[in-house]
């Protein structure tokens, strides 16, 4: 299991940017995908992205596509979600969350059932 706490939502006026943080416990943070899933007001917990163990793929929901990005510093056991463009409908709570059932594994699509360890989540808030 591994220990993972969020840091950086608050409130952003439309068209803002926020940089989430994801840090997490443990020596083997590198092996695990990472993802990012939000749940907005009234809303079933949603895919935002993911990012592969080697950071060499990720995978975007359509609805952040070229507005957010994800990145990982393996030394820092740190995952990141910088996001543009903030919309009011990307108003949510963000949670971070590691595939740590399949180390070392590089899946073609994830989902909610993949991911073992998740964060207690940081509020975003998109309005002006």
């Known amino acids: 299991q591994v220990r993972l706490v969020e840091s950086g939502g608050g409130l952003v006026q439309p068209g803002g940017s926020l940089r989430l943080s994801c840090a997490a416990s443990?020596?083997?943070?590198?092996?695990?995908?990472m993802g990012w899933f939000r749940q907005g007001p009234g809303k079933e917990r949603e895919f935002v992205v993911v990012i592969t163990w080697n950071g060499r793929m990720t995978n975007y929901a359509d609805s952040v596509k070229g507005r957010f990005t994800i990145s990982r510093d393996n030394a820092k056991s740190t995952t990141y979600l910088q996001m543009n463009d903030l919309k009011p409908e990307d108003t949510a709570v963000y949670y971070c969350?590691?595939?740590?059932?399949?180390?070392?594994?590089?899946?073609?699509?994830?989902?909610?059932?993949?991911?073992?360890?998740w964060g207690q989540g940081t509020q975003v808030t998109v309005s002006s």
């Open positions: 969350a590691a595939d740590t059932a399949r180390p070392y594994y590089s899946a073609s699509s994830y989902s909610r059932a993949d991911f073992g360890s």
């Open positions: 443990g020596r083997t943070f590198s092996s695990y995908a």
